[in-house]
């Protein structure tokens, strides 16, 4: 199985933003993949529903949305009339993580969760079951071009093992850091979605980046 490929638009040319999706959508991108820092999560900012809109415009894939910020309950239908089609919170934002997921479902968005490089996978026990996609953080959240924490690969493993064993359909999604290096070894470990910011928006030819990327095997 070929890995689900999310460019994050986070590292694009904000002031070309038409011609950033328009490349993303001839390219063999599965997703967009959408970053929200709120100032409060996360110790960065990037933006809104303004731009959400204007980027949902143009996109011919599905949007998947990651929301860095604290009480992301409050604003989930609005995420959803933006054009999200897969809504992640973060599990240390969430006091009433299952009510949240919920919410997100009801819309008729897929649901996720994303977890913090320090949070372990084994707190979504009793919620596996429930969730389309688990976003494993292989960075500390907040800033794109930052270095793949080692880590992730084996808590990988320990989640995909947890998805076999609750029989959930969730998805394993990766994000931050990743590259045609650590691809491999990462959908060895069971990931399905990769997430690339950097690594694709700084090459010269990221359309043959995100080519190279879909074909990374295990
Ligand atoms: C980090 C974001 C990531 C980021 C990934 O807080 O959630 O999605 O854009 O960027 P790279 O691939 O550059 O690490
Ligand atoms: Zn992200």
Not at 1 to 18: C, E, G, K, T
Not at 187 to 216: C, M, R, Y
Request: proline fraction near 5%.
């Amino acid at each position: 199985m070929r890995p689900l490929i999310a460019p994050s638009v986070l590292a694009s040319d904000f002031a070309n933003l038409q011609s950033e999706v328009e490349m993303l959508n001839k390219s063999q991108a599965d997703w967009l993949h959408i970053d929200i820092m709120d100032g409060r999560f996360v110790p960065n900012i990037s933006f809104g529903f303004p731009v959400m809109q204007a980027i949902k415009k143009h996109a011919q894939k599905p949007m998947d949305v990651h929301l860095m910020i604290v009480e992301p309950e409050l604003y989930i239908e609005q995420f959803r009339a933006a054009g999200a089609d897969v809504i992640s919170v973060h599990i240390e934002a969430c006091n009433h993580l299952h009510r949240t997921i919920q919410q997100i479902k009801a819309t008729g968005a897929k649901a996720g969760v994303a977890v913090n490089p320090h949070t372990s996978v084994n707190l979504l026990d009793d919620i596996i079951a429930d969730l389309d996609l688990v976003c494993i953080m292989s960075v500390n959240p907040g800033f794109g071009g930052q270095k793949f924490i080692e880590n992730t690969y084996r808590k990988t493993e320990a989640l995909k093992n947890l998805i076999i064993q609750r029989n959930s359909q969730s998805l394993i999604e990766i994000d931050g850091g990743v590259n045609q290096q650590n691809a491999p070894k990462l959908l060895q470990s069971g990931a399905d979605v990769l997430v690339a910011g950097s690594f694709v928006f700084t090459a010269e030819d990221p359309i043959a980046t995100i080519a190279n990327l879909k074909q990374s095997s295990n």
